[in-house]
């Protein structure tokens, strides 16, 4: 069943409130990324100086493609035309740029961290998989010992009826 478009007026509110949403996201990334690195430490490595550099460009550019694809027409009068495209569209390629948005500031608010930061992280996953998740997935139930023995028991049974029928001659 095909869902009810959604009214001009509503897609217009929602886009605006989504690019202000994620504009705000970046603006308080790059304030948030300064101010511990202004307060925090003095040296900053050349490849802190390019990741960081790569990820604003990457939130300003992402931000940039967002308002473009919200873009309101509207006519001489002031009257909207066409909203632009909704932003919230499940599964659509706003949606993927929006993630970007929000990995990328992520990214960066931990690159805040000082020290070693992603070899623990790793390291803590590897262990949470390996000790908890993975075990908990793919072991099996109690029944399943006695599951597994009556299908040995009935590939047995085929295994011996072929060879009756072979010693027969059919």
Same mark, same amino acid.
């Given at each position: ?23 705000? $996201?970046?603006?308080?990334? !790059?304030?948030?990324? /300064?101010?511990?690195?202004? $307060?925090?430490?003095?040296?900053? !490595?050349?490849?802190?100086?390019? $990741?960081?550099v ?14 473009? $694809? ?8 002031? +009257?909207v ?9 499940? #599964? /659509?390629i706003? +949606? ?14 931990? !690159?805040?961290?000082? #020290? ?8 803590? /996953?590897?262990l949470l ?22 299908l ?16 027969? /001659?059919?």
């Open positions: 069943m095909k869902e009810r478009a959604r009214g001009q007026k509503q897609v217009l509110e929602e886009n605006v409130s989504t690019l202000s949403f994620y504009r705000v $996201m970046t603006a308080a990334v !790059a304030l948030a990324y /300064g101010f511990s690195y202004w $307060m925090l430490f003095n040296n900053i !490595a050349l490849t802190d100086y390019v $990741m960081v790569l990820c604003g460009t990457l939130l300003l550019l992402s931000n940039f493609f967002l308002s473009s $694809m919200a873009q309101v027409k509207r006519s001489p009068t002031g +009257e035309l066409d909203p632009g495209c909704d932003l919230n569209i499940p #599964g /659509g706003a +949606e993927h740029v929006k993630d970007a948005i929000i990995l990328t500031s992520t990214t960066t608010i931990l !690159a805040c961290i000082p #020290g070693p930061r992603m070899p623990a992280p790793l390291r803590a /996953g590897l998989w390996t000790s908890v998740i993975a075990p908990w997935i793919f072991s099996g139930s109690e029944n399943d010992g006695g599951d597994a023995q009556a040995d028991e009935r590939a047995l049974k085929k295994q011996k009826k072929l060879e009756r029928r072979q010693r027969r /001659g059919y």
